[in-house]
T-cell receptor, first 116, second 110 residues
């Protein structure tokens, strides 16, 4: 199993450009999520999904879109990049328990994004 | 957005010493998790706690789920140089949302 994979590893954008960060998992996890990590801020949830066709907002969703057309893939789209979106982005996935909650999340290696 | 209060923010310790860090929240959580992040990598799960009062060990690591469900602590015994990194706590409520702490940066002096 490759686990959670993310591409690209590094990216530099100019203000106003759009791009998609890719995330894929091969563990058949129902739950997938995107976080951004800024210095001294820990990880903040951007968007998450509990299954194909179902997405919801986290605590910092503005400026980002997601879709979940398959169980395996959960791309994150920046529609018009801004310098405030310079950050490290992590994708993660998890099973959903029988009780309906999520447990251990497995994280990808991250995408380091700089917006000039 | 809500974040968990994690302390200390950073610590330097001597190799062989024990380490304690904790995480507190104003909200109740159903699950507490502790992750470690090495430089340039994604967080890796260390310990998961599912029940108030639960005490769980993983090698030299021990973590507890607070009775009030609003806190958790992590102990590392007999620290070694490879323990260096950032340790994050995370609380999970019933709404699929993980809330992470701000991290404790650990440096071990050989």
């Amino acid at each position: 199993n490759a686990g959670v994979t993310q591409t690209p590893k590094f990216q530099v954008l100019k203000t106003g450009q759009s791009m998609t960060l890719q995330c894929a998992q091969d563990m058949n996890h129902e739950y997938m999520s995107w976080y951004r990590q800024d210095p001294g801020m820990g990880l903040r949830l951007i968007h998450y999904s509990v299954g194909a066709g179902i997405t919801d907002q986290g605590e910092v969703p503005n400026g980002y879109n997601v879709s979940r057309s398959t169980t395996e893939d959960f791309p994150l789209r920046l529609l018009s990049a801004a310098p405030s979106q310079t950050s490290v982005y992590f994708c993660a996935s998890s099973y959903i328990s029988h009780a309906g909650g999520v447990n251990e999340q497995f994280f990808g290696p991250g995408t380091r994004l700089t917006v000039l | 957005g809500q974040q968990l209060n994690q302390s200390p923010q950073s610590m330097f310790i001597q190799e062989g010493e024990d380490v304690s860090m904790n995480c507190t929240s104003s909200s109740i959580f159903n699950t507490w998790l502790w992750y470690k992040q090495d430089p340039g990598e994604g967080p890796v799960l260390l310990i998961a706690l599912y029940k108030a009062g639960e005490l769980t060990s993983n090698g030299r690591l021990t973590a507890q789920f607070g009775i009030t469900r609003k806190d958790s602590f992590l102990n590392i015994s007999a620290s070694i140089p490879s323990d260096v990194g950032i340790y994050f706590c995370a609380g999970v409520s019933g709404t699929y949302k993980y809330i992470f702490g701000t991290g404790t940066r650990l440096k071990v002096l050989a």
